[in-house]
């Protein structure tokens, strides 16, 4: 099943790097969860992966959060990274490396980078005048401000409040590659993703570029510029280079071949001009391959509303994973929202999922096959007699099932991925219903041990390909089922349950919620 050539195949996966100015909030969550999902289906499906997170700690608003609250921007970088991290634990993530841009190599690697894009004739020095906003880090060009009601100037795109900026700064030749930007998007269509985020920004870099400042000298939080007293670099140029600082630039060459170009960022909509635009001129500058693709979801709302402090919607994620379980809400989320669109989440959509697709589809059919092979065969295993055409019928559907899903998660379709699974185990409930083997016990224990042989089956294909959405629920399941350890990776899917097995005593491993 799984081609044997994956085995040592490399894989590498990001996540953005999020901004320790404050606590994490569901957004960051959902990003984390997804991509570990990504990550833990091509680790089942024999890669060797690299998955990297962490926290982006240089830049203007890291400063002037920690000045508002009083404390130094490296106290505030630590604590609030800390959150971040330990969030990853409660997410369950599987990080090979959670980076801080305050770490030593990544200042190594983000002084490489700006020498290799200098040597390049790349950066020079000139006087920087226009709008700068701070919450994004982002520069926008007078046309691409407006006023707001209270004569305030703000960016159009996200309304935030601009500041006028004007001082000596560096500058990338950021128009030289508008040419080579459009034959990246050209020659390799799969480089951004979904296709619609493609279209933007290739309309976008056809309207041309202009340079970027890349150095500010109006504070000092970030990484100094070589050779240049008093300029620290822009964010941006430190913050994308995290990903090579993760696979060993400069310094370790053999991580760097073996994992970049990195095969997926993964990132939120509003980030995609600095990962799609910026981040492979800056690449190309610097003579560094671009990464295979960046996909960026959209983003979550509560009840479709923005999530504010002011708004008083802010969710924790801690409180979320406490009252309905970290595997619900793992599966939930992916589960709910189209992967690659905006999408919205409730305590009631939550608990809907849990207990229709969980509790009901699910659990039902694992605990009531299991259940019954306690009651009929004691506990063992049956050897099935022969197939029917019914029995044939959905064994072929769930042996199908990994060609179907890994096309969805190849190009990160993750809900279209759990609907197939989700389609199974409702054939495998009609099946089980229209079978009856609870009144065929005790007419034809023989057939009665077929049919729960194949249930038994379906449970176990769709249990190993729902591992990597809730790794808690399925392991035990997989206990369940007997499943050895060295069983339950993608290559194992066409290897039957052994008849004869002794099975554990099991318990529901979804229970409907209680509030
Ligand atoms: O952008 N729903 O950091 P960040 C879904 N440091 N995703 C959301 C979201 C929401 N409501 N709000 C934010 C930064 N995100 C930079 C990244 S990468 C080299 C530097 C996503 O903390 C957002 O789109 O503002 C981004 O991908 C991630 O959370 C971190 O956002």
């Given at each position: 099943v799984n081609a044997p050539e994956n085995a040592s195949r490399p894989y590498y996966i990001t996540t953005a790097i999020a901004y320790p100015n404050g606590a994490p909030h569901i957004g960051h969550a959902y990003e984390f969860i997804s991509a570990d999902v990504l990550a833990r289906f091509k680790a089942l499906d024999g890669f060797d992966v690299r998955f990297q997170s962490g926290t982006d700690e240089h830049g203007q608003k890291m400063q002037q959060t920690a000045e508002a609250e009083g404390v130094s921007t490296a106290e505030l970088a630590r604590r609030n990274s800390d959150r971040f991290q330990a969030l990853h634990d409660a997410l369950g993530t599987d990080l090979t490396r959670f980076i801080r841009t305050t770490d030593a190599d990544h200042h190594r690697a983000s002084e490489e980078i700006w020498k290799r894009m200098e040597a390049a004739g790349d950066i020079y020095l000139d006087t920087y005048a226009g709008w700068y906003d701070v919450r994004d880090e982002a520069f926008f060009t007078e046309d691409e401000t407006s006023l707001d009601d209270d004569g305030d100037r703000i960016a159009t795109e996200n309304g935030h409040k601009l500041t006028w900026t004007q001082e000596q700064t560096y500058f990338f030749r950021?128009?030289?590659y508008t040419e080579p930007l459009l034959d990246l998007y050209r020659d390799r269509p799969e480089y951004i993703g979904p296709d619609s985020r493609r279209n933007e920004v290739v309309r976008f870099v056809e309207g041309g570029l202009t340079d970027l400042?890349?150095?500010?000298?109006?504070?000092?939080?970030?990484v100094k510029v070589p050779g240049a007293d008093g300029h620290v670099m822009y964010v941006w140029v430190d913050a994308l280079t995290n990903y090579l600082t993760g696979v060993g630039f400069p310094d370790d060459p053999a991580t760097m071949d073996r994992?970049?170009?990195?095969d997926l960022h993964v990132i939120g909509k509003d980030i995609i001009r600095f990962h799609c635009v910026y981040w492979p001129a800056f690449l190309m500058s610097a003579g560094i391959a671009v990464p295979k693709r960046v996909f960026a979801h959209g983003f979550l709302f509560n009840k479709g509303e923005k999530m504010s402090k002011s708004v008083g919607n802010v969710v924790d994620p801690h409180v979320l994973i406490s009252e309905f379980g970290l595997d619900p809400v793992r599966y939930f989320f992916l589960r709910e929202v189209s992967y690659g669109q905006d999408g919205s989440y409730s305590a009631e959509a939550i608990v809907s999922r849990k207990n229709a697709d969980l509790a009901n589809e699910y659990g039902n059919l694992a605990q009531r096959t299991l259940s019954m092979v306690g009651k009929y065969f004691d506990h063992v295993l049956p050897t099935p007699g022969e197939f029917t055409a019914d029995d044939r019928a959905l064994l072929d559907t769930a042996d199908a099932l990994l060609e179907k899903v890994r096309a969805h998660f190849d190009v990160q379709a993750i809900h279209l991925g759990l609907e197939a699974l989700w389609s199974a185990l409702a054939d495998a409930n009609r099946y089980i219903s229209a079978q009856e083997p609870w009144k065929l016990a005790k007419t034809d224990l023989e057939r009665t041990g077929t049919v729960l042989y194949v249930c038994a089956e379906v449970v176990r294909i769709v249990t190993l390909l729902t591992q990597p959405t809730m790794p808690g629920s399925t392991s035990t399941i997989l206990d369940y089922l007997a499943v050895d350890a060295d069983a339950r990776t993608f290559a194992s899917l066409g290897d039957r349950l052994a008849p004869g097995t002794v099975l554990p005593q099991p318990s529901p491993v979804f229970p409907r919620h209680e509030a």
């Open positions: 950021l128009s030289k400042s890349i150095s500010r000298t109006t504070f000092d939080w970030g994992y970049w170009p990195a």
